[in-house]
């Protein structure tokens, strides 16, 4: 019987168990169903038109000289004197004198060659006087006769001429060697390294200093083959120079200690082949007078130095300026359009014709008119349902934010002048003349700090505000401010 128990009760019990289940799945109740929709989300707007876009080309490169040369002496002879200018980095002017060779071998076969031109004038003198008398000779003896040209004394009168004129050749030679013993600088310039000094005995063939011209500099900048066809450079052919005298604007910047410092140049001339290890095209910008005290506290910019350029490129005509974070998989944008019942997002595939890190410049794909997603959305959907608020709304309510509390006074209702948000930045757009547009960059960053600011994030309003502010009054520019 004990045994009959031990193994009848746990089965029973599992029974029981199973039966309550069984009984607990067939009279539970079915969970209300419900089904989900996305709630709309609010996104800022812009409704886009046609403009030109300025091209800024980047690049960077270092300072060189136009013109470097070696300064070697024509004659021997020991080194008596040197200029306090022929030192490293040292300035001289065209026809300095920045050393001075030992002058007295010269000077000594100077009077040699003047009394050996003295004496062969003399004898070119009684020639020709010989021959004259000669002739009249001749002509009492032998009228109507001609004479020989050895009987005119043609021969000897040639070589006398010819004595003569080697005699002079001697004297300009020993001139131009005396000339030579000053080493003059062949135009302004800078001295790069040295090599002599006073006592040193030097001659033809000695290397002297390294020098190089101060009146242009030059910076050799690498584009690549889509940057060159930005640029407004004419295709230079066989026969035809390479220079262009009135090529592209270029601006150098060099940082150094915190400073910022700037130049103004041109685009002279294109390389005539691609770099075969980076595929890349060279084109040489040159600055006048780098050494010259052109600005008050900017220093010169000196051969070597590292600096950043910004080309000035090909103007796009009628092209779309939008933030390039908004380039979705680099091929498309979020537009906002209606479906009779609302705002949804719509997906636009477009064709970029120019993009830097800020902007993207669109050519094809868009409409004047359509209104530009700038929120960003994340997992965005066709189809998928928002509430649009026009970008002039939503800067106007976003200063109201970033203004200190003291300054915001009471609330103002819609009805009143200028009473609401939209209708102050309607007001503050309207006074922005059509002929100065807002920059590109600007009108990113303040893009970016509206979209902050719909997140939550309102930190980024205040200098956006303030930058708009700064720009306008740079450009004269009166805002309406808020009582």
């Given at each position: 019987?004990?045994?009959?128990?031990?193994?009848?009760?746990?089965?029973?019990?599992?029974?029981?168990?199973?039966?309550?289940?069984?009984?607990?799945?067939?009279?539970?109740?079915?969970?209300?169903?419900?089904?989900?929709?996305?709630?709309?989300?609010?996104?800022?707007?812009?409704?886009?038109?046609?403009?030109?876009?300025?091209?800024?080309?980047?690049?960077?490169?270092?300072?060189?000289?136009?013109?470097?040369?070696?300064?070697?002496?024509?004659?021997?002879?020991?080194?008596?004197?040197?200029?306090?200018?022929?030192?490293?980095?040292?300035?001289?002017?065209?026809?300095?004198?920045?050393?001075?060779?030992?002058?007295?071998?010269?000077?000594?076969?100077?009077?040699?060659?003047?009394?050996?031109?003295?004496?062969?004038?003399?004898?070119?003198?009684?020639?020709?006087?010989?021959?004259?008398?000669?002739?009249?000779?001749?002509?009492?003896?032998?009228?109507?006769?001609?004479?020989?040209?050895?009987t005119l004394r043609e021969p000897q009168l040639r070589q006398a001429a010819a004595a003569a004129a080697s005699a002079?050749?001697?004297?300009?030679?020993?001139?131009?060697?005396?000339?030579?013993?000053?080493?003059?600088?062949?135009?302004?310039?800078?001295?790069?390294?040295?090599?002599?000094?006073?006592?040193?005995?030097?001659?033809?063939?000695?290397?002297?200093?390294?020098?190089?011209?101060?009146?242009?500099?030059?910076?050799?900048?690498?584009?690549?083959?889509?940057?060159?066809?930005?640029?407004?450079?004419?295709?230079?052919?066989?026969?035809?120079?390479?220079?262009?005298?009135?090529?592209?604007?270029?601006?150098?910047?060099?940082?150094?200690?915190?400073?910022?410092?700037?130049?103004?140049?041109?685009?002279?001339?294109?390389?005539?082949?691609?770099?075969?290890?980076?595929?890349?095209?060279?084109?040489?910008?040159?600055?006048?007078?780098?050494?010259?005290?052109?600005?008050s506290g900017r220093p010169p910019l000196k051969v070597g130095s590292f600096v950043e350029a910004e080309i000035t490129?090909?103007?796009?005509?009628?092209?779309?300026?939008?933030?390039?974070?908004?380039?979705?998989?680099?091929?498309?944008?979020?537009?906002?359009?209606?479906?009779?019942?609302?705002?949804?997002?719509?997906?636009?595939?477009?064709?970029?014709?120019?993009?830097?890190?800020?902007?993207?410049?669109?050519?094809?794909?868009?409409?004047?008119?359509?209104?530009?997603?700038?929120?960003?959305?994340?997992?965005?959907?066709?189809?998928?349902?928002?509430?649009?608020?026009?970008?002039?709304?939503?800067?106007?309510?976003?200063?109201?934010?970033?203004?200190?509390?003291?300054?915001?006074?009471?609330?103002?209702?819609?009805?009143?002048?200028?009473?609401?948000?939209?209708?102050?930045?309607?007001?503050?757009?309207a006074a922005i003349p059509a002929e100065k547009p807002l920059p590109a960059e600007l009108k990113t960053r303040i893009?970016?700090?509206?979209?902050?600011?719909?997140?939550?994030?309102?930190?980024?309003?205040?200098?956006?505000?303030?930058?708009?502010?700064?720009?306008?009054?740079?450009?004269?520019?009166?805002?309406?401010?808020?009582?």
């Amino acid at each position: 019987m004990k045994r009959a128990l031990q193994i009848l009760l746990p089965i029973v019990i599992l029974g029981v168990a199973v039966g309550i289940t069984a009984l607990m799945i067939i009279f539970r109740k079915e969970p209300p169903r419900r089904e989900f929709q996305a709630p709309p989300r609010s996104v800022v707007v812009r409704e886009l038109q046609r403009e030109d876009y300025q091209i800024l080309l980047s690049s960077q490169g270092t300072v060189r000289a136009r013109t470097t040369s070696t300064l070697i002496p024509e004659v021997r002879g020991r080194i008596v004197a040197i200029s306090p200018n022929f030192r490293e980095g040292g300035f001289f002017e065209e026809g300095d004198v920045l050393g001075q060779i030992d002058r007295s071998d010269y000077e000594t076969e100077l009077i040699v060659a003047e009394a050996n031109y003295a004496q062969a004038e003399l004898r070119l003198a009684e020639e020709q006087a010989r021959a004259d008398q000669a002739k009249r000779d001749w002509e009492r003896l032998n009228p109507g006769q001609p004479a020989t040209r050895l009987t005119l004394r043609e021969p000897q009168l040639r070589q006398a001429a010819a004595a003569a004129a080697s005699a002079e050749a001697r004297l300009r030679t020993a001139q131009v060697n005396l000339d030579r013993t000053s080493i003059r600088a062949p135009f302004a310039g800078r001295v790069l390294s040295k090599s002599v000094d006073v006592g040193q005995f030097v001659s033809p063939g000695n290397q002297l200093a390294r020098i190089y011209a101060v009146d242009f500099a030059e910076v050799r900048l690498p584009l690549t083959a889509t940057q060159f066809s930005y640029l407004d450079l004419p295709a230079i052919y066989r026969g035809e120079n390479p220079n262009y005298t009135e090529g592209p604007p270029v601006r150098l910047s060099w940082t150094v200690a915190g400073d910022t410092h700037r130049w103004r140049g041109r685009i002279v001339r294109s390389e005539g082949a691609v770099d075969v290890r980076s595929r890349q095209l060279f084109v040489v910008a040159q600055v006048r007078n780098p050494y010259g005290r052109t600005e008050s506290g900017r220093p010169p910019l000196k051969v070597g130095s590292f600096v950043e350029a910004e080309i000035t490129g090909r103007v796009l005509e009628d092209v779309f300026v939008v933030p390039r974070n908004l380039i979705r998989e680099n091929s498309y944008v979020l537009l906002v359009d209606s479906n009779g019942e609302g705002d949804v997002l719509r997906r636009r595939d477009v064709t970029l014709v120019w993009e830097t890190d800020e902007v993207a410049v669109i050519g094809e794909g868009l409409e004047v008119g359509d209104m530009l997603c700038l929120t960003q959305v994340p997992l965005a959907l066709e189809e998928y349902p928002v509430q649009a608020v026009a970008e002039s709304t939503a800067l106007a309510e976003a200063e109201v934010q970033a203004a200190p509390v003291e300054r915001r006074g009471p609330p103002r209702t819609a009805g009143g002048a200028g009473g609401g948000p939209g209708g102050f930045m309607a007001t503050v757009l309207a006074a922005i003349p059509a002929e100065k547009p807002l920059p590109a960059e600007l009108k990113t960053r303040i893009d970016a700090a509206m979209a902050a600011a719909q997140s939550g994030d309102r930190s980024q309003m205040r200098p956006a505000m303030q930058e708009l502010r700064a720009w306008a009054a740079a450009n004269d520019i009166d805002l309406p401010g808020r009582n």
